[in-house]
């Protein structure tokens, strides 16, 4: 069983406002994702990051931002709420081998008014 | 498969039938695949993987297929259970450093 933590489980907040998704895991994982995902479809990629002090944007525009500083830790921040970011983001994490499986957390389920 | 807005393609089987899920993944360069289970409320969670120098796997209850030559990927569930309901999601890992990019899920009903 995979030990990844995202924190809150759901989120209803107004526009406008600065929201911090928080990740966790305690594998000593180097690689860590974000991804978004509507409900009943595919997840989309929007961050990704290989290790401390490393970020890079997937594949999906997002207007969020990332941080890696510690190892186990990879938030997500929106500067300003919008109600187009209304999604459910899932944060996952792999070793740093390559053709590794990722794990995943339950995901944060936020809702902007 | 591919999902078209909120409505799933919809696999229901009888409790202790055998399940086969399909997948088509789109780059023949692909060298890594994995198969999620996703339930309700929670995150996908890793059933089993196959790397491209392989055309089959089994796990517990489970056997994925790899076919190279026309791109395909199914997973073969035997004697499905209750509590393998769920949506199940494939996954190719298109280039070296773990990126993965998903299929469109399948969602399986299992009636008892």
């Known amino acids: 069983e995979a030990d990844i933590y995202q924190t809150p489980r759901y989120l209803v907040i107004g526009t406008g406002k600065k929201i911090t998704l928080e990740c966790s895991q305690t594998?000593?994982?180097?690689?860590m994702y974000w991804y978004q995902q509507d409900p009943g479809m595919e997840l989309h990629l929007i961050h990704y990051?290989?290790?401390?002090?490393?970020?890079e944007k997937g594949d999906l525009s997002s207007e969020s931002t990332v941080s890696r500083i510690r190892t186990e830790h990879f938030p997500l921040t929106l500067e300003s709420a919008r109600p187009s970011h209304t999604s459910q983001y899932l944060c996952?994490?792999?070793?740093?081998?390559?053709?590794?499986?990722?794990?995943f957390g339950d995901g944060t389920r936020l809702s902007i008014l | 498969g591919e999902s078209v807005g909120l409505h799933l393609p919809t696999l229901s089987v009888q409790e202790g039938d055998n399940s086969i899920i399909n997948c088509a993944y789109s780059?023949?360069?692909?060298?890594?695949f994995i198969w999620y289970k996703q339930e309700s409320g929670k995150g996908p969670q890793f059933i089993i993987d196959i790397r491209s120098n392989m055309d089959k796997r089994q796990g517990q209850r489970v056997t994925v297929l790899l076919n190279k030559t026309v791109k395909h990927l199914s997973l073969q569930i035997a004697a499905t259970q209750p509590g393998d309901s769920a949506v199940y999601f494939c996954?190719?890992?298109?280039?070296?450093?773990?990126?993965?990019?998903f299929g469109g899920g399948t969602r399986v009903l299992v009636k008892p």
């Open positions: 996954a190719e890992n298109q280039a070296a450093g773990n990126k993965l990019t």
């Open positions: 780059n023949s360069a692909s060298d890594y």
């Open positions: 990051s290989y290790g401390v002090n490393s970020t």
């Open positions: 594998m000593g994982h180097d690689k």
């Open positions: 996952a994490s792999s070793a740093g081998f390559s053709n590794q499986p990722q794990h």
